[in-house]
């Protein structure tokens, strides 16, 4: 198994710039999630998704979309992006039992808004 | 999820064990104890997870008290590799979602 993986590992936009984030399991994980990880500080829950057709906003949601077509794949888009999403965005899955297991993170991806 | 409070940093001895406290007062019935970390630069890492009663795995040992409002992860023999920070969550186990606080940076100094 690979695991969760995230593509692309750096990325640096123009601010107003769109671009999708890449996440995929392969663990047949029902439950994905998208964070952000400012320096210093721990992660943000921004979307997550329970399944396949169904998603849910986290802490922070604004200036991103998701959507869940296959269980393996959760992109998460910035639609037009800000200086203040510079970030390091990770990704995680978990199966739907979640409270007695554990959530699988993706390497991360490092977005600089300039 | 229940607020949880945790240390700001701590060092640690090579080979000695690490214990890293958590407080948790508010903690509900039916919410667990979890522990993650984060070695620099990488994605959070489970790490082990318990109710109330003590828990041990290959990683780490939980020792939760009995009115459950605190806690301590221990790692037995810190290592070099041990260093990163160290996330205590409380979350229902109908929850998915984990709310990360500050955490605890534990250094393993040589």
């Known amino acids: 198994n690979a695991g969760v993986t995230q593509t692309p590992k750096f990325q640096v936009l123009k601010t107003g710039q769109s671009m999708t984030l890449q996440c995929a399991q392969d663990?047949?994980?029902?439950?994905m999630s998208w964070y952000r990880q400012d320096p210093g500080m721990g992660l943000r829950l921004i979307h997550y998704?329970?399944?396949?057709?169904?998603?849910d906003q986290g802490e922070v949601p604004n200036g991103y979309n998701v959507s869940r077509s296959t269980t393996e794949d959760f992109p998460l888009r910035l639609l037009s992006a800000a200086p203040s999403q510079t970030s390091v965005y990770f990704c995680?899955?978990?199966?739907?039992?979640?409270?007695?297991?554990?959530?699988?993170f993706g390497p991360g991806t490092r977005l600089t808004v300039t | 999820d229940a607020k949880t409070t945790q240390p700001t940093s701590m060092d640690c001895a090579e080979g000695r064990a690490a214990n890293l406290p958590c407080n948790h007062s508010?903690?509900?019935?039916?919410?667990?104890v979890y522990w993650y970390r984060q070695i620099h630069s990488q994605g959070p890492q489970y790490i082990i997870h318990?109710?109330?009663n003590n828990e041990t795995n290959e990683m780490a040992s939980l020792i939760i008290t009995e009115d459950r409002k605190s806690s301590t992860l221990i790692l037995p023999h810190a290592t070099l590799r041990d260093t990163a920070v160290y996330y205590c969550?409380?979350?229902?186990?109908?929850?998915?979602?984990?709310?990360f606080g500050a955490g605890t940076t534990v250094t393993v100094r040589a």
């Open positions: 995680a899955s978990s199966r739907r039992l979640a409270g007695l297991h554990e959530q699988y």
């Open positions: 663990m047949n994980h029902e439950y």
């Open positions: 998704s329970v399944g396949a057709g169904i998603t």
């Open positions: 508010t903690i509900s019935g039916n919410e667990y």
């Open positions: 318990g109710l109330k």
């Open positions: 969550i409380v979350r229902a186990s109908s929850d998915y979602k984990l709310s």
